[in-house]
């Protein structure tokens, strides 16, 4: 009988029935095991952060997943200052604060996005800030780094993307500014 049911809707309306209720379920259990398992064994579980932090940027920033795959870029603005923009999104769970060091995924210059989104993840991966950086505030600052190793290869610490880029979303407030923010601007 299901099959009947199904069959006489598109798979648009199927997908769309379900599609976005049990992606928000998923994602729900995936930070649940995935806080259990570092509980349970002081290890990340490899790749969930990243897939929590782009779900998260997609809904909190109102994006839109590029579908097609593009390389180097994760979704497009749907509205606001971010509208049509190519987003490459970056997540990285914090686990401790005061640990220094932290460093975000490589940045690769050499492919065609327009802005840098890093969510920042709490021990439950929960998302409690977003920043984001324009690619020429990012490439300033990479070419600024001179000719050090992580630099050409697009490495960046948490703590400098946060002083190059702008804070976009706090859980406490939600969306911060709706204007991408020059650091370059007078005023």
Not at 94 to 100: G, L, M, R, T, V
Not at 105 to 134: C, H, N, P
Not at 135 to 154: C, I, P, Q, Y
Request: glycine letters at 10%; aromatic letters at 4%; hydrophobic letters at 40%.
């Amino acid at each position: 009988m299901l099959s009947k049911i199904t069959n006489s809707l598109s798979s648009s309306e199927v997908l769309g029935s379900v599609g976005v209720y049990s992606v928000d379920k998923l994602i729900s259990e995936a930070r649940r095991l995935a806080a259990d398992y570092r509980r349970a064994t002081g290890k990340p579980l490899a790749g969930v952060s990243g897939e929590i932090a782009q779900h998260d940027a997609i809904q909190l920033l109102d994006l839109e997943l590029c579908n097609p795959p593009i390389a180097g870029c994760d979704a497009i603005g749907k509205s606001g200052s971010r509208k049509d923009l190519k987003v490459q999104i970056k997540g990285r769970t914090i686990f401790d604060e005061a640990k220094s060091g932290q460093r975000i995924g490589q940045l690769k210059m050499e492919q065609e996005w327009d802005l840098v989104v890093l969510v920042l993840l709490d021990e439950e991966l929960e998302t409690f800030e977003i920043y984001e950086a324009s690619r020429e505030a990012l490439k300033e600052a990479m070419d600024e780094g001179g000719s050090s190793k992580r630099a050409k290869r697009g490495a960046m610490s948490v703590a400098k993307f946060k002083i190059i880029g702008h804070l976009a979303w706090t859980r406490e407030n939600g969306l911060e500014d709706d204007e991408l923010w020059d650091n370059q601007a007078d005023g």
